[in-house]
């Protein structure tokens, strides 16, 4: 199975709060966003549906998107996490430079810190300046990290080259009962 290395994830900013995935799946078929699953060994992955240029906004005048899903080249799909007991903190090469949320102090380790911490030390990381506890949440990733129990992920959209619709963000919001933002990841 093919996985992109340029994604564009939505997530819920209430960091832990567990979305049912069967209620988004539902509620992104009936906007066409997404239409069929794609594979049986991986319900969670779907095609693009019918409307997902007009939800998806993308910046150039004629974005060249493969909807048709292949074998081994590069396409746009959709990926539906299961709501997860545990927080993730999701992240790529991609990740900005970050500051501290106390003290606004550089944290240069943090992103790496956060990736190889477990569930315990993901919440217990330290500013390495002012010694205070960093909520990963807080941090002002620029679009390039977050944490979540649940999220969505668009494969194949390269970083700052498409943004989610209002209307996207609005039925998330509608679904789970808090706001929705978005983050670009580059898995290599
Ligand atoms: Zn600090």
Redesign the pocket.
Known sequence: MWHAEYRLYLYPVVRDKPISASALKTALQAIEFISEPLESNNADRYKVGEAFLSLICFMGCSPNIESEPQENSPFCYVEITQESVETYFIAGHNVKKIN?H??K?PQSKLAKNLLEANQQSLLTQK?S??G?CIDPSKINWRKSAFTARSWVLIGNIYESEAVPDEKLLSTLKQVSGCEWEYAYVRMK
């Open positions: 501290c106390h003290c102090e500013c300046v002012c205070e």
